[in-house]
């Protein structure tokens, strides 16, 4: 299968930025319901971490793009989501982090095989 058809929010680079703006604005709203929640906290960190690495086109490297957890977490603390809102936003979360972990040009992007994927996780 294509690593493109497995993602509804980035379909390309120019898609990357919004979607992170997106993830950290619903980060944002879930913290207002639970201000000390230590995953949403985690979660937001490593949101802004994927942010300012990649902010002005800065190419992230592999340690930096293999450093983050949100998917774990996400799996760990929201899996099952409890509700809509939240599933949607695990979702969008999870194709920031798997984008950012990848980081392929456009062309590679849209063309790759999932099974074609360096494995450096």
Do not use: H
Request: contains cysteine.
């Amino acid at each position: 299968m294509r690593l493109i058809d497995q993602y509804k929010y980035i379909k390309q680079r120019s898609d990357f930025y919004p979607a992170i703006d997106d993830a950290i604005a619903r980060t944002f709203a879930l913290l207002k319901q639970a201000p000390n929640d230590p995953t949403l906290n985690s979660i937001l960190t490593q949101l802004d971490y994927i942010k300012r690495l990649t902010a002005g086109g800065r190419e992230p490297t592999l340690d930096e793009r293999t450093s983050t957890r949100i998917g774990v977490r996400l799996v760990r603390e929201f899996e099952p989501a409890p509700t809509d809102e939240i599933e949607e936003w695990a979702n969008v979360c999870r194709e920031v982090e798997g984008y950012f972990r990848d980081w392929l040009d456009d062309a590679t992007f849209q063309t790759i095989d999932e099974d074609d994927l360096p494995d450096f996780y």
